[in-house]
């Protein structure tokens, strides 16, 4: 899943591990544009090898009530925000964020979509641009592949 705070992020494409990003808010963000480009890198893998019949998306749930991050300190402000709009009920439940996912895994209106992204409404829409390249996404891609090599086989 992704987020609407991949718009407010700038990552470091030298520091891919946020060893040097002390903010827990701006590493979540940087995550979750990561997500969206991986996604989309996936998506073009697939399509070159001629695999049609499996398709990756990814969505953005929208602020949902659940219990993530509450036990985090994120400064006062933020703090406060997030624990008056989870009481408040200012956020939608587990089971309405969960519906974009839902659809796409099984509407047939999606059927051979890939590599998109969906807003919490169902619709897809832009992802971030501001520091998409295609050389970003591949060094993303290929440090993300060196990550996970040991467990591959």
Same mark, same amino acid.
């Given at each position: 899943? !992704? +987020?609407?705070?991949?718009?407010? %992020?700038?990552?470091?494409? /030298?520091?891919?591990?946020?060893?040097?990003?002390? +903010?827990?808010?701006?590493?979540?963000?940087?995550?979750?544009?990561?997500?969206? =480009? /991986?996604?989309?890198?996936?998506?073009?893998?697939?399509?070159?090898?001629? $695999? *049609?019949? %499996?398709?990756?998306?990814? +969505?953005?749930?929208?602020? %949902?009530?659940?219990?993530?991050?509450?036990?985090?300190?994120?400064?006062? =402000?933020?703090?406060?925000?997030?624990? $008056? !709009?989870?009481? @408040?009920?200012?956020?939608?439940?587990?089971?309405?964020?969960? @519906?974009?996912?839902?659809?796409?895994?099984?509407?047939?209106?999606?059927?051979? %979509?890939?590599?998109?992204?969906? /807003?919490?409404?169902?619709?897809?829409?832009?992802?971030?641009?501001? *520091?998409? +390249?295609?050389?970003?996404?591949?060094?993303? =891609?290929?440090?993300?592949?060196?990550?996970?090599?040991?467990?591959?086989?």
């Amino acid at each position: 899943m !992704a +987020s609407s705070t991949a718009n407010m %992020v700038n990552p470091d494409m /030298n520091d891919l591990n946020f060893k040097n990003e002390p +903010s827990g808010q701006k590493r979540y963000g940087i995550s979750k544009l990561f997500v969206i =480009w /991986n996604t989309q890198h996936l998506a073009k893998l697939l399509k070159n090898q001629n $695999v *049609h019949n %499996v398709t990756v998306n990814v +969505s953005h749930p929208g602020a %949902v009530a659940t219990n993530f991050g509450q036990n985090s300190d994120n400064g006062f =402000w933020n703090n406060l925000i997030y624990k $008056v !709009a989870l009481k @408040s009920h200012l956020m939608s439940s587990p089971e309405q964020g969960a @519906s974009t996912n839902f659809y796409l895994a099984t509407s047939n209106q999606i059927k051979g %979509v890939s590599g998109k992204y969906f /807003n919490n409404k169902r619709k897809m829409i832009d992802s971030p641009k501001r *520091h998409y +390249s295609e050389e970003n996404e591949l060094k993303l =891609w290929n440090y993300c592949m060196k990550v996970v090599e040991p467990f591959l086989n």
